[in-house]
């Protein structure tokens, strides 16, 4: 059974540059599917962020997709977010999320982490 | 893209049906049957309880069903419970490998 975890800095401050990781478990990255970030604000609903394949291929939502580099690390059943240029309208849940391929659904979910943006 | 457009909140009775709706556009919900949904109770993360307009995941009660008119997605729950009172949102392809989520609807069961 898959299971993913996400991990990184709960606190950071305008300007800096943001990076998560996911740890996946109970399957491989290298498999056929895309592996997603999509954060939810305070009080707010799901933005999907980007999402990467095994092979390198990358897809982002356009509202971020000139401060957001999303990477998988095949040899640590990982993939990881990088967020540049923080403000506080970063401040969110990130969740990590496995996306079937081509369908464009996410079926597994990490549990989420909570990134606050502040100086 | 602009999120689909669902209500923000709906409310109803143990044991009534209610549907919550997913506007979008041709480019996205109108576009593609590639509408999931998904349920997020307080605190938790979100689950799939649809996938592809109609499709239920293993383990998803059959008191969920999904269906699609034009640039409008619908999710259907049946013989509501008090464990059904949660956000919901949609989520549809949006062309160029992108995808989008709805505003998000809650649902509250009275």
């Known amino acids: 059974q898959v299971q993913l975890q996400e991990s990184g800095p709960g606190l950071m401050k305008p300007s800096e540059t943001l990076s998560l990781t996911c740890t996946v478990s109970?399957?491989?990255?290298?498999?056929?599917?895309?592996w997603g970030w999509i954060r939810q604000p305070p009080g707010k609903g799901l933005q999907w962020i980007g999402s990467?394949?095994?092979?390198?291929?990358?897809h982002y939502d356009e509202s971020v997709e000139s401060r957001a580099i999303v990477s998988a690390d095949t040899a640590n059943n990982q993939f990881s977010l990088r967020l540049t240029s923080l403000t506080a309208a970063d401040t969110a849940v990130y969740y990590c999320?496995?996306?079937?391929?081509?369908?464009?659904?996410?079926?597994?979910w990490g549990q989420g982490t909570l990134v606050t943006v502040s100086s | 893209q602009s999120a689909p457009t669902q209500p923000a909140s709906l409310s109803a009775s143990p044991g009534q049906s209610i549907t919550i709706s997913c506007t979008g556009t041709?480019?996205?919900?109108?576009?593609?049957?590639?509408v999931s949904w998904y349920q997020q109770h307080p605190g938790r993360a979100p689950q799939l309880i649809i996938y592809?307009?109609?499709k239920r995941p293993s383990g998803i009660s059959g008191r969920f069903s999904g269906s699609r008119s034009g640039n409008t997605a619908s999710l259907t729950i049946s013989g509501l419970q008090a464990e059904d009172e949660a956000d919901y949102y949609c989520?549809?392809?949006?062309?160029?490998?992108?995808?989008?989520f709805g505003e998000g609807t809650r649902l509250t069961v009275l």
């Open positions: 041709n480019s996205d919900v109108g576009n593609y049957d590639l």
């Open positions: 990467v394949y095994p092979g390198g291929t990358t």
């Open positions: 999320a496995r996306q079937v391929t081509n369908l464009y659904y996410f079926d597994a």
């Open positions: 592809e307009v109609n």
């Open positions: 109970g399957f491989s990255v290298r498999s056929h599917y895309f």
């Open positions: 989520c549809s392809c949006a062309g160029r490998s992108t995808l989008v």
